[in-house]
C-alpha cells in the first residue's frame, strides 16, 4: 500500500478555508485517497474519497493533482468543531474489503 | 439506528486475566473490523471479517482472537492481557460493494492492563 505524508498539525482561523495537505508520491492507478477525522477520544468519522477526478460533498471538498501524487483536502468554512486530526489515506480496493493504513495524521487546531 | 456500538466503554483488568470486546452493528454491514489505537498513533488493524463464519489477521493480532457467529456482532477476545495490550479499541463496519466504502466506526473501548 502507499504511504502518506502529511504535516504534523495546522492552525486555522473560525470561519476561513482549511486546506490539509497529503503527499502520497508512490499511489498507484487503482489505489483510492480517502480522508477520516478524528475529534478528541471518539472513533474515526469518513470524509470523503476520490480516485482521479475532484470531489466534493456536504462537509468538504478533495482536489488531486492531475498526477495523483498529492491532495488537498478543503474545509470551506471551519468551525470550532472541526478541531481535529485528519487522516489521509491511500488504500487499494481488494474485492470489496478496504485495508485503510493509518498514519499518525494532521492535527487541525481551529480557533476563534 | 445506533450505527456501531462497543461494549464495554471502560475496562481495567489486570495482567493474565481475560475479555471479551462487543462490538454491534444494525447496518446489515458485511464487513467488520477491529483497530486499537495506542497514544499519538494512528489505528491498526488487529481482525477483520468480511462475513458471517469468517474472520482474519490484519496487522497486529497477536494476543487477540475474534468471533463472528452472526452477522451483526463481532467480538475481540484477550485470552490472557498483557500490558502491552493497553490501548483504546475501535471497531468499524463497511458493507458489501465493488466500489470504495466508508468505515463506520464505533465510539471505542478504552482497556487499561495493569
Known amino acids: 500500500d502507499a504511504k502518506t505524508t502529511q504535516p504534523t498539525s495546522r492552525d486555522c482561523a473560525e470561519g476561513r478555508a482549511a486546506n490539509l495537505p497529503c503527499n502520497h508520491s508512490?499511489?498507484?492507478?487503482?489505489?483510492?485517497v480517502y480522508w477520516y477525522r478524528q475529534i478528541h477520544s471518539q472513533g474515526p468519522q469518513y470524509i470523503i474519497h476520490?480516485?482521479?477526478n475532484n470531489e466534493t460533498n456536504e462537509m468538504a471538498s478533495l482536489i488531486i493533482t492531475e498526477d495523483r501524487k498529492s491532495s488537498t483536502l478543503i474545509l470551506p468554512h471551519a468551525t470550532l468543531r472541526d478541531t481535529a486530526v485528519y487522516y489521509c489515506?491511500?488504500?487499494?480496493?481488494?474485492?470489496?474489503?478496504?485495508?485503510?493504513?493509518f498514519g499518525t495524521g494532521t492535527r487541525l487546531l481551529v480557533s476563534p | 439506528n445506533a450505527g456501531v456500538t462497543q461494549t464495554p466503554k471502560f475496562r481495567v483488568l489486570k495482567t493474565g486475566q481475560s475479555m471479551t470486546l462487543l462490538c454491534a452493528q444494525d447496518m446489515n454491514h458485511e464487513y467488520m473490523y477491529w483497530y486499537r489505537q495506542d497514544p499519538g498513533m494512528g489505528l491498526r488493524l488487529i481482525h477483520y471479517?468480511?462475513?458471517?463464519?469468517?474472520?482474519a489477521k490484519g496487522e497486529v493480532p497477536d494476543g487477540y482472537n475474534v468471533s463472528r457467529l452472526k452477522k451483526q456482532n463481532f467480538l475481540l477476545g484477550l485470552e490472557s492481557a498483557a500490558p502491552s495490550q493497553t490501548s483504546v479499541y475501535f471497531c468499524a463496519s463497511s458493507k458489501t460493494s465493488g466500489g470504495a466504502e466508508e468505515q463506520f466506526f464505533g465510539p471505542g473501548t478504552r482497556l487499561t492492563v495493569l
Open positions: 471479517s468480511v462475513g458471517e463464519g469468517t474472520t
Open positions: 508512490t499511489i498507484s492507478g487503482n489505489e483510492y
Open positions: 489515506i491511500v488504500a487499494l480496493m481488494n474485492t470489496g474489503f478496504q485495508k485503510l493504513v
Open positions: 476520490g480516485l482521479k
